[in-house]
């Protein structure tokens, strides 16, 4: 009996000890509210990037388990940032679970040696990174990361200690910190009045916007390069959940596995992992009596240029949780509730439900189904450490193994002969495709010269084997898209989630040449051919480029090229064009571009009461007056895509858009890459060939009136059957033979439209030529 009641003392006193250690740490780990004032989550409160940046290293410096560091400096100069998190004995190890995880990553370094790969997989812990806030609107993504950064670095539960055992979780708390503090000083600013809740009318990242998330292949941004080259590269996660938000009157949370198509270069066993973790979150929020939760529904798999992890060995669970007003609540009538392509909201099947019924839906259901979802995905990481680092391995083993006879061996890119001694636009081009697949991990190699196939390649010809780490993306890079014919019951096209081409040697005009047979080649070095200019600009800008009020993310990308172009040759200085300037008529410039945007947007803005008055009113008619007076004069106006609409309707031009109230059955070509020819007599060709590209997403085609007085500069094959290079085009035939890019005399001046995007998402260099040609023109 004595020493039954001396171990029950003893039993007593450790768990008194215990829970008083755990209350005196409880006490020392600060909660998000100790910093911010307030709990992620609460209603019309959103937290600024400095203060969420405190907030952990406060964290780092109080808990163990959290590690944090910034890599960077953003587009704005803003800290870039992320924390490393996992059990104490982890991250004293850190360095160890690197290195096994990059063996796995690449089989080579085991000499694809299964016994010791089982060895590697036994020590070997889940990579789990977590990103947030990409889409600066999306506010609930990066409230949520101190959410889960503070409970994993606190909570005493079981379940969170086996998380910490199991996996490696690096946490970003925003890949956009600029669109943090844009969004929240919009949304400070209006808290009260009639725009409370609303975006911001500027782009929430100073160049791209909401196209952040469209960079994950061409790498143009320092947030992506960031991203890519300090944790992706370094890490190599098994698993990336991408946290995103959604409209707000559809499902409350979508989660993979995605509709068809999936791009043909993601391997098989990402398709089985992230259809398993996928269905094993929703199961799990289901099971803890969370509703209105869809899967296999609205978003695809088919662009990288939203999932680097699909070409990397790891899956992406996209997630997207029902949005609110920004932070402030919303009332959501059943009646209103729509669903999307795949699932009826109000409907239960199976997979979607249970059905939310509608009702109030703040910023605090967004954090908690975010947080919720964020640990269903670490308890499935933990608790299949070693079934996610054996499919991580056999991908990596599939990827380097020797290639077959008659499988395709390489990619070349072909050199002319005087390259290395007089490099032109094509070398320029030739090294920035390069330049992206060494910064995804593609190896690139060089050769002697040689004859493959038929053909003959000179000497510094780039190789790229297919029996690599990364293979797949280059091969997904280099390799032109088919893209399914998807149509519903009714025949109608059903939409891709973004586009459906992504040919970067189209795009840039690098031929790429399919290889059959091995080639002896060794690793590359690529020649740096500067164009730095040493200077920002010659004298006052001679180029304007119109900035709605409204935001367009097309002027964002144009601003980028044209900052870029200037920093190499420093002969495209431009200043931005508003719309008060145009309606005063203060146009000091020699021609102003118009980005892609619809013909409403430019004339009208904002409707009155829609946002505060000095933002509304577009150009209105006396812009358009204004605009006739400059060309007249000797100016010239350039269009881009959509926006060609507005001058064709303004200013009564000769043409018609071919493309203007065709039915979607009949007409559908939804971002892909066709086949222009060109008029290389023309002025605004200089520097092309006659065989040249257009990037086409719900573009005009033209149509030019008979006897007008317009040039054609470039226009659409006659043959249907040549028109589509790359991606999916429905009715291809409606634009066959029709123009692409015309110019118009006016007075002593021009104005020229673009029925495509040149300068689409700083990737179409191929075309960039016309754009800089045709201001200067």
């Known amino acids: 009996m004595k020493i039954f009641a ?18 005196i740490t409880a006490q020392n780990i600060p909660a998000p509210k100790d910093v911010l004032g307030f709990t992620p989550g609460d209603d019309r409160k959103l937290a600024s990037w400095s203060s969420i940046v405190e907030y952990f290293k406060k964290l780092d410096a109080a808990s163990d388990r959290v590690m944090f560091q910034e890599i960077g400096k953003t587009t704005m100069g803003a800290p870039f940032v992320y924390a490393t998190i996992s059990s104490p004995e982890n991250l004293k190890q850190i360095k160890k679970f690197e290195e096994i995880n990059a063996k796995l990553a690449d089989p080579r370094k085991i000499k694809s040696n299964d016994a010791a790969a089982k060895a590697l997989i036994k020590q070997g812990k889940t990579i789990v990174m977590i990103t947030c806030g990409i889409h600066s609107t999306e506010v609930g993504s990066t409230l949520s990361s101190m959410l889960i950064a503070h409970r994993l670095a606190l909570a005493p539960h079981p379940e969170v200690a086996k998380i910490l055992d199991n996996t490696i979780i690096l946490l970003v708390p925003s890949l956009n910190p600029d669109g943090v503090d844009i969004v929240k000083n919009w949304y400070d600013k209006t808290l009260g009045t009639p725009y409370e809740g609303t975006s911001p009318p500027e ?58 198509p999936v791009e043909p270069n993601v391997p098989k066993q990402l398709v089985e992992g992230y259809t398993e973790l996928g269905s094993y979150m929703a199961k799990s929020l289901r099971g803890l009596g969370y509703k209105g ?63 939310w019924n509608g009702g109030n839906w703040n910023l605090g259901n967004v954090t908690d189904y975010m947080t919720t979802a964020a640990f269903g995905l670490l308890t499935h990481a933990s608790e ?86 990364y293979g797949a993306f280059a091969k997904a890079m280099l390799e032109k898209q088919e893209y399914p014919h998807l149509v519903d019951a009714n025949g109608n096209p059903i939409q891709p989630y973004d586009v459906t081409a992504h040919t970067l040697s189209l795009l840039m005009d690098v031929p790429a040449v399919p290889v059959y047979e091995p080639i002896k080649a060794k690793p590359a070095k690529i020649l740096g051919f500067g164009r730095g200019c040493g200077n920002s600009g010659h004298g006052e800008p001679r180029y304007g480029i119109y900035k709605s009020a409204m935001g367009a993310m097309d002027e964002g990308w144009t601003r980028w090229v044209f900052e870029q172009r200037n920093r190499a040759r420093c002969d495209a200085a431009y200043q931005t064009i508003t719309d008060k300037d145009i309606r005063s008529g203060n146009l000091r410039v020699h021609s102003i571009l118009f980005p892609d945007q619809g013909a409403a947007q430019i004339l009208n803005g904002y409707r009155k009461g829609s946002m505060p008055d000095e933002l509304t009113g577009g150009i209105g008619k006396e812009g358009v007056e204004n605009l006739q007076k400059f060309v007249e004069a000797g100016g010239t106006l350039v269009f ?57 997403e719900g573009s005009p085609a033209f149509e030019v009136a008979q006897d007008a007085r317009v040039e054609v500069i470039a226009r659409y094959p006659s043959d249907p059957k040549n028109v589509l290079l790359s991606g999916w085009a429905l009715g291809a ?45």
């Open 640 to 696: 881009l895509n959509n926006a060609s609409d507005f001058a064709i309707e303004q200013f009564k031009l000769p043409l018609r858009d071919v493309t203007r109230g065709l039915a979607r059955k009949d007409f559908f070509i939804p971002g892909s890459i066709l086949r222009t020819e060109i008029d290389v007599k023309h002025a605004l060709a200089n520097g092309m060939e006659k065989d040249s590209i257009a990037w086409f």
């Open 293 to 355: 939760i869809t899967t296999n529904s609205t978003y695809d798999a088919w662009t990288p240029a939203r999932a680097y992890s699909h070409y990397h060995g790891g899956v992406r669970i996209l997630s997207e949780t029902a949005s609110a007003r920004l932070a402030s609540p919303t009332s959501i009538n059943a009646d209103a509730l729509r669903g999307g392509q795949g699932y009826d909201a109000k409907k239960e099947s199976a997979n979607f439900g249970p059905v």
């Open 203 to 260: 782009l929430y990242h100073k160049y791209v916007g909401h196209d952040n998330n469209r960079d994950w292949y061409a790498f143009s941004q320092v947030e992506t390069q960031l991203t890519v080259d300090k944790i992706h590269n370094v890490w190599h996660p098994q698993i990336v959940h991408d946290i995103h938000q959604q409209g707000a009157t559809g499902a409350r949370l979508f989660l993979p596995p995605y509709m068809d």
């Open 384 to 469: 299949n450490r070693e079934k996610w680092l054996a499919r991580f391995y056999e991908i990596g083993k599939e990827a380097v193994r020797p290639r077959k006879s008659g499988e395709l061996a390489a990619f070349v890119l072909p050199a002319r002969k005087d390259s290395a001694n007089t490099p032109n636009e094509e070398d320029f081009r030739r090294g920035e495709v390069v330049e992206i697949l060494e910064r995804a991990g593609v190896e690139t190699k060089t050769a002697s010269a040689f004859r493959t196939a038929g053909q003959q390649f000179a000497e510094s010809s780039i190789v790229i084997p297919m029996d690599q780490p």
């Open 733 to 777: 035939e409606k634009i066959a033979g029709k123009a692409a890019l015309v110019s118009v005399p006016m007075g002593n001046g021009h104005v020229v439209l673009f029925g495509f995007r040149p300068q689409y998402r700083a990737q179409s260099s191929a075309t960039y030529p016309l754009m800089f040609n045709a201001m200067s023109h």
């Open 6 to 23: 001396f171990f029950s003392v003893s039993l007593r006193l450790f768990c008194l000890i215990l829970l008083t250690t755990v209350a």
